[in-house]
């Protein structure tokens, strides 16, 4: 604190989407005027991804996080939940307005633990000009395409289980739903394991280690490959000075036409921690940068992605980015919510790496199966929530 104004530690991921409009924001505040002053650090995308956040809580007033972690966060008690900060019809507002699973991803233990400032799931990503036609709609579809232009998986860090999980989703099982002590029955994620094998086995070997920045960056500059169809959606590939030729999005696979498209949320939101000393004058900043004007301004034109339904429809904001919000807000409302109990990020770590071990070695499907279930419950007490 200085001169009585507080100033505020945050930290965020280390790209122009999670970076440079919260930076812009803060930036612009006045100490004098607006009352706080507040700085954002950054780490890199599989620091995000992985780092314990109980750690960061104990360093940070504001951590910008993605909606597995709440669990742990909640059970170390890092987190002010937002009910204990805003109004239930400021809540009730947000839970309206953003696009999909958005807020209720955050919702753990019966509150909500972070302000879903950005939106995101994987969705098709590919170069129109080394597809032929429209792109692929089906999973089967995306097989047949795959014997003629280069098709892709993610499957670096966490990713090769979260396309695992969104395939599940599209051949009609969200993994832990409708039972939380089952990851996946045998026959789905057998079919998932079968489809990733015949996708995987054709993929560009420089690919393996990419993260989907690197996927998208490579997919911009290079013509080795044409379409990815599951990959973490980043609107700022949809223009050349990306680094390359711009991109396309579409809406994730679906099984038939018409169905579900198959895709696990991202995104992040920003939690307040319990070290924070909360004043109005943060609130009043949290609730500007979730506002529609910003949301549908100032959020895209620094890089951001918003949240907000509205933001998505806007047309100037799509007409600006290759109408990517346009064309995946599908895949965005019917996005699949990952496991977030104490425990969700070791395991999903644990079952990329079985999967990838899985399809490198040809391994039969359906004892991989029977692992990521040991797996799956030994890192969850029977009851939990999921």
């Given amino acids: 604190m200085s001169n009585g104004v507080p100033h505020y530690r945050a930290l965020t991921w280390d790209h122009p989407r999670g970076y440079n409009a919260l930076a812009a924001a803060a930036g612009a505040l006045d100490p004098a005027r607006d009352g706080l002053a507040l700085s954002w650090d950054r780490h890199s995308l599989e ?16 951590i910008v996080l993605d909606h597995p972690h709440v669990g742990d966060a909640v059970a170390s008690r890092g987190l002010v939940p937002l009910e204990a900060l805003f109004g239930a019809d400021e809540i009730a507002a947000w839970a309206r307005d ?56 993610s499957l670096a860090g966490p990713h090769a289980a979260l396309s695992f999980q969104s395939i599940c989703v599209a051949l009609g099982e969200p993994p832990a739903e409708a039972d939380p002590e089952c990851f996946v029955g045998r026959a789905t994620g057998t079919a998932a394991l079968d489809l990733m094998a015949r996708l995987a086995a054709a993929r560009p070997a420089a690919l393996a280690d990419l993260n989907p920045i ?16 599951l990959i973490y959606g980043y609107v700022n590939y949809t223009r050349a000075e990306a680094g390359g030729r711009p991109l396309r999005y579409a809406d994730a696979p679906r099984r038939v036409p018409g169905g579900r498209p198959g895709s696990t949320l991202g995104g992040t939101g920003i939690g307040i921690t319990t070290r924070a000393q909360v004043t109005p004058a ?51 409302e019917a996005a699949f919510v990952r496991p977030r109990h104490p425990g969700a990020i070791p395991f999903q770590t644990a079952a990329s790496a079985l999967i990838r071990a899985a399809l490198a070695d040809g391994r039969p499907h359906g004892g991989v199966i029977d692992d990521l279930q040991s797996l799956y419950a030994a890192s969850r007490q029977p009851g939990m929530e999921r």
């Avoid at 620091?47 to 956040?53: L, R, S, T, W």
């Avoid at 490579?218 to 490959?225: F, L, T």
């Fill in 282 to 332: 943060l609130l009043d900043h949290l609730r500007w940068l979730m506002s529609a004007g910003a949301q549908a301004g100032f959020i895209p034109d620094h890089d951001g992605q918003p949240s907000l339904r509205s933001a998505w429809g806007d047309a100037r904001v799509n007409d600006r980015w290759g109408g990517f919000y346009r064309d995946t807000a599908a895949t965005l």
């Fill in 214 to 229: 690197g996927i998208l960056g490579r997919m911009a500059a290079a013509d080795d490959v044409a379409l990815c169809p």
């Fill in 98 to 153: 953003v696009i999909g699973p958005c807020l209720s991803s955050y919702r753990y233990a019966g509150r909500h633990w972070a302000l879903p400032l950005d939106a995101a799931t994987q969705v098709m990503a590919y170069r129109p000009d080394l597809v032929d036609g429209p792109p692929p709609t089906t999973w089967e579809e995306v097989a047949a395409l795959s014997g003629r232009r280069p098709v892709a998986l």
């Fill in 47 to 62: 620091d995000f991804e992985k780092h314990p956040i109980a750690d960061l809580c104990r360093r940070y007033d504001l």
